[in-house]
Each structure stands twice: as C-alpha cells, then as structure tokens.
C-alpha cells in the first residue's frame, strides 16, 4: 500500500496541503518515496495544561504543530523521524484515558486520544511505520530516552524535598533529567545532557547526585596518584546557580516524602492527589 501510493498524484496534493496549512514557518515536507498515511487530533500534556494538536503520520516521520484554523492553518511545526520513536500505552486513571507516551532520545510527552479504539490505531499503525522505518535503515530499536516533563497541575509541593510549597512567588521548575515538578532549591545545579542540548540544562539535587558520581569517582583516583592534583567534584558538570553547596536535608538522599528515585512517575499510575498537600 505504502509503496503504491509513493508516487500518486493524491498522496502529492495531499502531502502539498499539509506543507500549505503551516506555511513559511514549516519545513518541506515532500521528499521522494515519502507518504503521508493518516492525520487526526489528539490531546497533548504540555506543561500548563492539556492541549489539541493536530498529528500527521507518513511512513518516516511522524508530524505535528499547533492549531491556528482547523485544516486551514498550524503552527509550531515539529518532525520526529520514526526510527527513534518508542511507544508506552500508560494505565487508566479518573484523571485520563487513553494516553500513550511518546518516547524519543530529545523529547518524551504524552498524548490521548477521544476513544479507546483511536488510540489502539494510533498506537498500531505508528508501530507497523516504526517497524518497516527500522527494517529499511537496519537500525536497532531505540532504548534512550528523554524523561516527559510532568505537568504543572500534577503537584502544588516540590516533587524532591516535598516541603516546597509552589505559589505565585514561589515558581515550578522541571528537572531536565527525570522530568520532576522541583522547586529552585532543589534544582540548583546544572549537567551537560549532550542528547538534549549543547548547553549544561538545569537538573534536580538527586539527578545531579547521580549523573556526576562516577566523574566524582573518577576524580578522587586521580587524586590519589602521585603527581596528580585533585579536582573539584563538580568539574566539567556545568555551572551551578545558587549556593554550591546543598543543604544537609539534601545530601541525605531521600527525605520520608521523596517521590522514589526509581520509580516511573506516569508509568506507576499514580494519583495527582499524592503531590497536593
């Protein structure tokens, strides 16, 4: 089917529409062999709120934006090419239905569908894509991720120290690493995640524990052999904002109300209610 339609004169009008409702803000999206299989509507879980985006999947790249003017105008445009996706169907709650991660090396976010047969489609029909995209390339299935950042709404306590009470004043920040609600003080440090950005990204105390342990390690051997001077732990790792160093809470590990570290926040199915005090 997909080969057949490759080179028809429909699947170029329909392609060349979809080019035309997001305009000079988008890319090209004509490329040969490329062809655009379904598009619909789904909800996406930004960080504010939920919101309606419009989804367009081809038999490479899966694509979306923002919409201005149903079918007429879209925004925001961004293009995941298909042999780095990893699909999670994610667990029924009273909050949400019929959702499913979309995971990727640079960015991971949910989306749900209006019925639960939608979603089955969706789901099958990116996976079929993602399978015949991996056989075509001889790519191995993708297995890093970048973490969902989890909505704002989901807490009103910093998700680390659980003592933080976000306000007005008192502004959320997402943790780069785990995707964590935290507040300031504990996300204080900064790491380079060279998947994510060029630049050292702003992670929570508990992330930054672990991502330089082993640079920390390796620099307390160096330490120790004659001839070699010692380093700072934090060396390399980023600037940090704030004070450097964290508070005694901080350096114990997990306070009584941490979030486990180890724990999948959307994958556990958990209730919103745990991080409202």
């Known amino acids: 089917m997909v080969d057949y339609l490759a080179n028809t004169e429909i699947n170029s009008q329909r392609i060349a529409a979809v080019e035309s409702c997001f305009g000079a803000s988008g890319q090209p999206l004509a490329l040969p062999g490329r062809v655009l299989l379904g598009e619909g509507m789904l909800t996406k879980e930004c960080r504010k709120k939920a919101k309606p985006r419009i989804f367009f999947l081809f038999n490479d790249i899966l694509v979306y934006g923002s919409i201005v003017l149903h079918k007429r105008k879209y925004r925001s445009q961004h293009i995941i090419p298909l042999e780095e996706v990893t699909l999670e169907p994610l667990p029924e709650t009273a909050q949400?239905?019929?959702?499913?991660?979309?995971?990727?090396?640079?960015?991971?976010?949910?989306v749900s569908a209006a019925s639960s047969t939608e979603r089955q489609e969706w789901i099958s029909h990116i996976e079929e894509c993602v399978r015949r995209q991996l056989l075509a390339t001889g790519r191995q299935p993708s297995t890093e991720h970048a973490a969902p950042w989890i909505p704002d709404k989901a807490t009103d306590i910093c998700m680390r120290c659980?003592?933080?009470?976000?306000?007005?004043?008192?502004?959320?920040?997402?943790?780069?690493?785990c995707g964590f609600v935290v507040c300031a003080e504990c996300s204080r440090e900064r790491f380079l995640l060279p998947r994510l950005s060029p630049k050292p990204l702003r992670v929570c105390s508990l992330c930054y524990r672990q991502l330089a342990a082993p640079k920390r390690e390796e620099e307390e051997l160096h330490a120790g052999a004659p001839g070699q001077p010692a380093h700072s732990a934090g060396a390399g790792c980023g600037a940090s904002s704030g004070d450097e160093e964290d508070?005694?809470?901080?350096?114990?590990?997990?306070?009584?109300?941490?979030?486990?570290?180890?724990?999948?926040?959307y994958a556990s199915g958990a209730s919103w209610s745990a991080f409202h005090s």
Request: hydrophobic share 25%.
């Open 96 to 110: 949400a239905k019929n959702r499913w991660m979309i995971r990727t090396a640079k960015k991971s976010f949910v």
């Open 162 to 177: 659980t003592q933080t009470r976000f306000s007005a004043l008192t502004r959320r920040h997402h943790c780069r690493k």
């Open 247 to 265: 508070s005694d809470e901080d350096k114990e590990g997990n306070g009584d109300g941490d979030w486990p570290s180890g724990v999948e926040f």
